[in-house]
């Protein structure tokens, strides 16, 4: 499995404002980037926080690398994956939709009515107790042969993923805005590490639109 995540930040290391309002941080060009990824990947993965505010629906947006998917064999969109620990994901959700399958990751503390809403519109994996158990639950996705996982957030995820050890591979793009705001969340949040902070290897460096795109690669990411 291959775990990249993929983010845009403000310049000052923001996601989005204090408000967890989503702020176009992205111009044309790094949204075609990530419109690529999501084409060369398995899996589109986001936290349930980013679907409470953001309502993304993550599909691929070109007609011609969806129609380049089909002619692989593949379907159209990458599966949609919610980490989501009791259930929270809205029915009406835009990733519940059938434009692609969708996996929703629990705990045993989701309860059963959730769980019953939900199993009629995704494929339910239950890892963790409190939390979802990101090494179990990406254990399974990868048993459904979902090898390449691209991480589109939000803060709380991305923390968790790269202390569970689970990132290959970091994008973010920096973009030309400042957004501000102790409370707003940043690329990794959760606790935050006091020690053994994972170290990077910057990869690439590409100027976009009128910010810059930062590739690294993760020293010991769980890669296999
Ligand atoms: N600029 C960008 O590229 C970008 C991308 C995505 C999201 N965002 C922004 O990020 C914000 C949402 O981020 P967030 O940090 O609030 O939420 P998140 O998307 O990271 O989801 C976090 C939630 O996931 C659940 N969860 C279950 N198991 C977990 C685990 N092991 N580790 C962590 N979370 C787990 C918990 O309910 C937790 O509250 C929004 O404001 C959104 O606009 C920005
Ligand atoms: N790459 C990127 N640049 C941004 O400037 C920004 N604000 C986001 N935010 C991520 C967020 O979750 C978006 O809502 C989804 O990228 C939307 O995905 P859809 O178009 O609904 O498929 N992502």
Redesign the pocket.
């Known amino acids: 499995m291959h775990v990249v995540v993929?983010?845009?930040t403000s310049a000052d290391g923001k996601?989005?404002s204090r408000r967890r309002e989503?702020?176009?941080?992205?111009g044309e060009a790094?949204?075609d980037r990530?419109d690529r990824l999501?084409a060369d990947s398995d899996a589109v993965v986001?936290g349930v926080g980013?679907v409470l505010?953001?309502?993304?629906?993550?599909?691929v947006?070109d007609d011609t690398l969806r129609e380049q998917r089909r002619e692989a064999g593949e379907p159209a969109n990458p599966a949609r994956v919610v980490v989501d620990s009791t259930g929270r994901t809205p029915l009406d959700a835009?990733v519940l939709d059938d434009a692609a399958t969708t996996y929703v990751c629990l705990t045993e503390s989701a309860p059963v009515e959730q769980r019953l809403d939900l199993a009629d519109r995704a494929e339910l994996v239950t890892a963790g107790d409190e939390r979802v158990d990101l090494l179990r639950a990406f254990a399974a996705l990868q048993n459904q042969g979902l090898e390449q996982l691209m991480v589109?957030?939000?803060g709380e995820l991305i923390f968790s993923l790269f202390d569970a050890g689970l990132v290959d591979e970091l994008s973010v793009?920096v973009?030309p805005t400042i957004i501000g705001g102790r409370d707003a969340p940043t690329l990794a949040d959760g606790d935050g590490f006091v020690a053994d902070f994972p170290e990077l290897e910057l990869a690439d460096i590409e100027r976009l639109d009128d910010g810059v795109l930062l590739t690294w690669r993760v020293a010991d990411g769980a890669g296999t």
């Open positions: 993929n983010a845009a996601l989005s989503q702020v176009a941080i992205s790094d949204f990530v999501r986001v980013t505010a953001d309502d993304p629906h993550l599909t947006k835009a589109e957030g939000g793009f973009g």
